[in-house]
């Protein structure tokens, strides 16, 4: 099924917001789309995963820097990236302001469809390689919790077995012959190993699960920008 994809768009005029609209909505994206920094904020605490998020620097109020920094003060969005975009020329002050806010990257309006794609599709990529490595960690976890129940049976079983079989020796010392008790220890003891072998294949095949998660994490990770 394929993994539906969050953008924010955050621009005061309704024409703006019309055409990152479109531009966006033919990658296939899903564009939530709100007219001021405050109700970016609040969008943010309502949606979930948001991949990027394309900010107007000039909005009344709250321009786009303030709006950004606040942002990157809740624990819930600061690691969502911020592309600014901007109808005016913006001066080196203004843009090491931007990066210093926690901005991205800049696009100065009049800008074209295919670099505005270009720029956010890198960082879709991004969100799209974190999200899979969650994923995978979550899987990890999971197996390494049953790889950790499996061997506490085994540790178990392995006691009882140990204890069994000395019943097994001391009732076999004493008796010439097997009576019917020593019978059933005898089978409860064939009943232990056979689980016992069981277990040991269900170990084995955790073992190489929890191999292969790590192998898929080491690769999504190398594929992420250093």
Same mark, same amino acid.
């Given at each position: 099924?394929?993994?539906?994809?969050?953008?924010? +768009?955050?621009?005061?005029?309704? @024409?703006?917001?019309? @055409?990152?609209?479109?531009?966006?909505?033919?990658?296939?994206?899903?564009?939530?789309?709100?007219?001021?920094?405050? !109700?970016?904020?609040?969008?943010?605490?309502?949606?979930?995963?948001?991949?990027?998020?394309?900010?107007?620097?000039?909005? /009344?109020?709250? %321009?786009?820097? !303030?709006?950004? &920094?606040?942002?990157? &003060?809740?624990? #819930?969005?600061?690691?969502?990236?911020?592309?600014?975009?901007?109808?005016?020329?913006? %001066?080196?002050?203004?843009?090491?302001?931007?990066?210093?806010?926690?901005?991205?990257?800049?696009?100065?309006? /009049?800008?074209?469809? #295919?670099?505005?794609?270009?720029?956010?599709? +890198?960082?879709?990529?991004?969100?799209?390689? !974190?999200?899979?490595?969650?994923?995978?960690?979550?899987?990890?976890?999971?197996?390494?919790?049953?790889?950790?129940?499996? $061997?506490?049976?085994?540790?178990?079983?392995?006691?009882?077995?140990?204890?069994?079989?000395?019943?097994?020796?001391?009732?076999?010392?004493?008796?010439? !012959?097997?009576?019917?008790?020593? @019978? #059933?220890?005898? #089978?409860?003891?064939?009943?232990?190993?056979?689980?016992? $072998?069981?277990?040991?294949?269900?170990?084995?095949?955790?073992?190489?699960?929890?191999?292969?998660?790590?192998?898929?994490?080491?690769?999504?990770?190398?594929?992420? /920008?250093?």
């Amino acid at each position: 099924m394929r993994q539906e994809v969050n953008i924010l +768009v955050v621009d005061d005029a309704s @024409a703006n917001l019309f @055409a990152l609209e479109k531009i966006l909505e033919t990658e296939g994206y899903h564009v939530i789309s709100v007219k001021s920094g405050q !109700e970016a904020l609040e969008k943010l605490q309502q949606e979930q995963d948001i991949a990027v998020i394309l900010m107007d620097v000039h909005m /009344p109020e709250m %321009d786009g820097f !303030e709006t950004t &920094q606040k942002i990157k &003060q809740l624990e #819930k969005s600061r690691h969502i990236p911020i592309i600014f975009v901007s109808a005016a020329f913006i %001066d080196d002050d203004s843009v090491f302001h931007g990066y210093e806010v926690g901005g991205f990257d800049y696009l100065t309006k /009049p800008f074209s469809a #295919k670099l505005l794609r270009s720029k956010v599709r +890198v960082f879709v990529n991004l969100f799209k390689k !974190e999200k899979q490595i969650l994923e995978i960690s979550n899987k990890l976890r999971q197996l390494e919790q049953r790889v950790k129940k499996t $061997e506490d049976q085994i540790a178990t079983l392995e006691e009882n077995r140990k204890q069994l079989l000395s019943q097994v020796v001391k009732f076999s010392f004493h008796n010439s !012959e097997l009576s019917q008790s020593h @019978a #059933k220890m005898l #089978k409860r003891y064939e009943q232990m190993e056979n689980e016992n $072998e069981l277990l040991q294949k269900q170990l084995s095949e955790f073992l190489k699960d929890l191999n292969t998660a790590n192998q898929s994490i080491a690769v999504l990770q190398g594929q992420l /920008p250093k």
